[in-house]
């Protein structure tokens, strides 16, 4: 759900070749106990990761194959309730007034087999509409939240000129990626997204309780994360869930109403 990324070239080897690590990044890592089985993370092919930290969750606990799966989603850092709204606002390094708009749908779509939840998000900067994105998640068994993808749309002036970033899991070797943990601790670190060549995005939990002060509110129930786009030279972001919420702080944009 990042919304500019610039692509590196992958560098793909065969399956039976062992993985080339340049800076200690593998989206096929052994897991921890948030992750499911160990091993790799299904048929995904050796990547090299130049600049983002080595992952530690495997891939497996989303792929379709280990349902079932649910649309109700629940994961206390993660709910998606239907019905329910959040708004982020904050300026960006250039000086842009940004807004995010999230909205969880009482809409599914099947994406690789898997009935998932339809969650909008709607970016503006400076009052200009310049994304959005309908995003695709269920919940594993073991309480996960797994993404399935994103269609995005980007607009200028109010017309669509590009859809970038776009991808579904189930297509062009694209894979599910863990996008909350049900039991997520300090230094669990995952893939988001799996979609080489398109995005990569990656997490790495970094606190656990932290005090967050938001113009909605003040709160310590929280995760915070930071995330990392291997295909952007290991450009990063923080990101603040709350319990019960959800996303709260995305980079400078802090929540300001949730209903």
Do not use: H
Not at 210 to 233: E, I, V, W, Y
């Amino acid at each position: 759900m990042k919304y500019q990324r610039n692509y590196l070239v992958l560098l793909m080897m065969l399956l039976t070749i062992p993985f080339l690590t340049i800076g200690g990044c593998d989206s096929t890592n052994n897991n921890n106990s948030n992750g499911g089985d160990s091993g790799d993370n299904g048929d995904s092919g050796p990547i090299v990761n130049l600049a983002c930290p080595e992952t530690n969750l495997s891939l497996t606990v989303c792929d379709p194959e280990n349902g079932p799966f649910t649309v109700v989603i629940d994961n206390g850092f993660f709910p998606l309730v239907v019905g329910s709204s959040s708004v982020l606002e904050g300026v960006d390094d250039e000086g842009a007034l940004i807004r995010v708009e999230i909205d969880v749908l009482d809409e599914t779509e099947e994406v690789a087999g898997v009935t998932t939840r339809v969650v909008t998000e709607t970016e503006f900067e400076d009052e200009e509409l310049v994304e959005i994105s309908r995003n695709f998640f269920a919940q594993a068994p073991d309480g996960t939240v797994c993404y399935f993808g994103e269609d995005v749309d980007d607009f200028e002036d109010g017309e669509i000129v590009g859809n970038d970033g776009e991808w579904r899991a189930g297509e062009n070797g694209n894979l599910p990626g863990i996008f909350m943990p049900a039991n997520p601790q300090i230094g669990d670190v995952f893939s988001q997204e799996f979609a080489p060549g398109i995005a990569l995005d990656q997490t790495e939990i970094t606190d656990l309780g932290a005090t967050f002060n938001s113009p909605f509110g003040t709160f310590t129930d929280t995760l915070s994360a930071t995330d990392c786009d291997p295909l952007d030279d290991g450009s990063s972001d923080d990101k603040i869930y709350v319990d019960g919420i959800g996303l709260a702080l995305d980079a400078t944009a802090e929540l300001i109403s949730f209903e």
